[in-house]
Each structure stands twice: as structure tokens, then as C-alpha cells.
């Protein structure tokens, strides 16, 4: 019995190795022979083979076996009469976005522009309104997708066209928390003297009996030297840290007794006033 000779045809092998974009190996197992003899048959048949992609290179294997495979006759009728994305015509031949892409291009066929309803809502999109949806009104995305007939993905590509500034992500969890000198902290990430967002519940407390914001040299001080005693009743202003010291510096020198009335603190061991 002589030796099997592998003779199929340029099409049977172009068909699997091509459009079902089989390896040599699968091709192998499919007629029953070995990888060297399916090599030897594409190199035949002129069959070119797939070269690994590599970044120096500059070329694209998909869009080489693309090109092949599919004529301008029928990417014309798969985009622009099917209208057909190119994401699907990709998933179709089992290639990647860029050399459908590509292709369309070599063959000079124009790509689609945004649908009509799409592209009426972008030119409705001014600065002005996307400012007063966005900065003023601070809808949700969301909302404002809703309003404008668009997706997420114009919103922020308009909003930096526009230099319209990003908004603060806030989290509605964040209330109050306590500082390392046990002091009541107020999440107010809008207010102009904020550290890291927030803002010391006696000087907030001060600014609203006031009707004004506090300047940053001024400081409050708690009268019965409780720092959770935020009540307007208890808190003292002071037009900079040096009288606030002041007052520090006297306390030291006094006591309260249970009835609240001042008196000069002793010391229990040298027996007089400190």
C-alpha cells in the first residue's frame, strides 16, 4: 500500500483557513494528515500564511486575511444597505473593530454619521443649557441624557468641548464625623474654608448667627470649654489666635466650682495661687 498523498484544493483550504479562520493544526485533524503535509500544500497552492501580529511591525494580520475575503461589493452592501455597525460586520468575519475600519477606508466608502434624531439633539446642546442641566440644576447624568435625546458618552465629550468644570462626587452618606481634637466636623464640601470637605461644626453654627462666613484668622471659642457644645449661647468670637490665647492662658489660672463661680486654683502641693 503506497503513501497517502494530501491533495486538497486551494478553495477547500482558503474556506477553513480564511472564512472559519482555522489554525493549520485543526486543518490537519479535519483531513486526517499531518501539519507538515498541510504546509507543504499551502505552500503549493500559494496559500500566504498568518503572521503573528507584532507591534513593531506596523501591519495587521486580520485586516490582511480581511481584505481577501471580502470585496468592496460586499462591505458597500453590509454597511450602507444592510447599515449594519462595525461591530457586527467584525463579529461576522471574526476580526477586530480597526481593520473593518481600515478597509472601508481603502475602499472609500464613506462611514455613517450620527442618526437624525441624534444629531437634531446635539445641535440643541449649548453651553448655556448643558450648564444650567449640569453646574446650576445638578441633574444626574441620567437626567440630563433624558432631556437631551443623547448618550452618557456626548454629555462628558460636550462638557469638555464646552471647559465646563466636572462636579464633585459627594457621597450622601458622608454627615459629620469627630476630629482628632474631638471636635464635631460638617461634611460641607461647597464651603470656601473646607479641608477636605469639612468644616468644624462651631464655626458653621457662629457663620449662620452672623449671616457671614468666617475669616480664617477668626476662632471661636466654647465658653464652658466643651467641644460638642455647639450651641450659639456658648460659643465667644475672637478676631484672631492670639486673643483666643489669651483667654486660654487666664483659664489656666482659675477653677470652676459645681455652681459655675471662678475662683484662683491652688496647688495642693506648694499651697498657693499658680
Do not use: W
Not at 448618550?151 to 452618606?173: A, C, E, M, T, Y
Amino acid at each position: 500500500m503506497g503513501r497517502r498523498v494530501f491533495l486538497a484544493s486551494k478553495e477547500e483550504i482558503e474556506k477553513l483557513y480564511c472564512v472559519e479562520n482555522k489554525t493549520i493544526e485543526e486543518i490537519a485533524k479535519y483531513f486526517g494528515f499531518c501539519v507538515e503535509c498541510v504546509r507543504q500544500r499551502m505552500i503549493v497552492l500559494e496559500i500566504s500564511r498568518k503572521r503573528k501580529f507584532s507591534g513593531h511591525t506596523g501591519k495587521n494580520p486580520d485586516g490582511i486575511v480581511l481584505a481577501k475575503i471580502l470585496n468592496k461589493e460586499d462591505l458597500y452592501r453590509l454597511y450602507c444597505v444592510e447599515r449594519k455597525s462595525l461591530e457586527c460586520i467584525a463579529t461576522l468575519y471574526k476580526v477586530s473593530v480597526t481593520p473593518v475600519s481600515r478597509l472601508l477606508k481603502k475602499y472609500g466608502i464613506p462611514k455613517r454619521i450620527l442618526n437624525g434624531s441624534s444629531k437634531i439633539a446635539l445641535q440643541g446642546v449649548t453651553k448655556e443649557k448643558l450648564e444650567k442641566l449640569y453646574s446650576v440644576d445638578k441633574l444626574p447624568i441620567k437626567e440630563i441624557c433624558k432631556i437631551l435625546n443623547v448618550s452618557d458618552s456626548v454629555i462628558d465629550r460636550k462638557r469638555r468641548g464646552f471647559r465646563i468644570p466636572k462636579r464633585k462626587q459627594i457621597n450622601p452618606l458622608m454627615g459629620t464625623r469627630t476630629s482628632d481634637s474631638r471636635y464635631n466636623l460638617v461634611f460641607s464640601p461647597d464651603h470656601p474654608n473646607a479641608k477636605k470637605y469639612y468644616v468644624p461644626e462651631h464655626r458653621l453654627v457662629m457663620e449662620k448667627h452672623l449671616g457671614r462666613h468666617l475669616e480664617p484668622k477668626e476662632r471661636v471659642h466654647h465658653a464652658d470649654c466643651d467641644k460638642t457644645n455647639n450651641k450659639i449661647e456658648n460659643l465667644i468670637l475672637f478676631k484672631n489666635t492670639s486673643e483666643h490665647q489669651k483667654v486660654h492662658e487666664l483659664l489656666k489660672t482659675v477653677a470652676f466650682n459645681a455652681d459655675g463661680f471662678m475662683f484662683p486654683r491652688m496647688s495642693p502641693v506648694l499651697g498657693f495661687l499658680i
